[in-house]
Structure formats: C-alpha cells, structure tokens
C-alpha cells in the first residue's frame, strides 16, 4: 500500500513556472514506478509523464516535451514536476500515480494507487 500526496499547484501567469511535489508514504518509494497525470474540466485524465524507479528512464506526453521535466528523489520518498513556459492549456488538476510492475508507462490502468490532485491553473 502506498498514499500519494500532491503539493504545489496555484494560479500562474501564461509562461511562468510551476513545481509539484508528490510524497510516498512508503518505505519502498525506490520501488515504484511513477506517474504525472492530469485532468482538465470536462476532459478525460490524461497521461503528462513518467519515470522509472531509479529515475534514469523518463517519459514524456508531446504536450510536456521541452517544457515539464519529472523527476524524483528516493530518499525523500518525493516525486517531482516541473513545469515550465506555462500554458492556459495547462490548467487542470494534477495528479501523481504509482506502481510496482515493470515498465515507464502512459496508461492510467497500469498505475494502482492515485494521490488526490494538485489543481493547476494558469491565467490567459
């Protein structure tokens, strides 16, 4: 069992910078893969990025290429966001994933456990 709790989200500017934090209460954080999802009012939750245990494997939606940037610290049990050149289209909540299978995934249905949502949003 792992709890997932996400910080960080606030009203931005178009083209500023924003850094999420989600914290594991696990001791096997390092065994985990991780997630960022989002969704956004009247969308389905969709995928934005996803790193490996060790953090050396990361992936990326087109729409985060160049722009967000996971990655995670092992020792403190946190996983990380960062979000840059900020969009409207960027508004939505947040959300952090995890799983223990093999593999750096899109799919939400290969993450089992969800934290609550850090809701994003970024004015015109």
């Known amino acids: 069992q792992v709890q997932l709790v996400e910080s960080g989200g606030r009203l931005e500017q178009t083209g500023g910078s924003l850094r999420l934090s989600c914290v594991a209460s696990?001791?096997?954080?390092?065994?985990?893969?991780m997630g960022w999802f989002r969704q956004a009012p009247g969308k389905e939750r969709e995928f934005v990025a996803a790193?490996?245990?060790?953090?050396?494997?990361?992936r990326y939606a087109d729409a985060a290429k160049g722009r967000f940037t996971v990655s995670r610290d092992n020792a403190k049990n946190t996983l990380y966001l960062q979000m840059n050149s900020l969009k409207p289209e960027d508004t939505a909540v947040y959300y952090c994933a995890a799983k223990l299978s093999l593999g750096v995934v899109s799919s939400s249905r290969d993450y089992g456990y969800w934290g609550q949502g850090t809701q994003v949003t970024i004015s015109s």
């Open positions: 696990v001791r096997t954080f390092y065994t985990w893969n």
């Open positions: 790193i490996s245990r060790t953090g050396d494997i990361t």
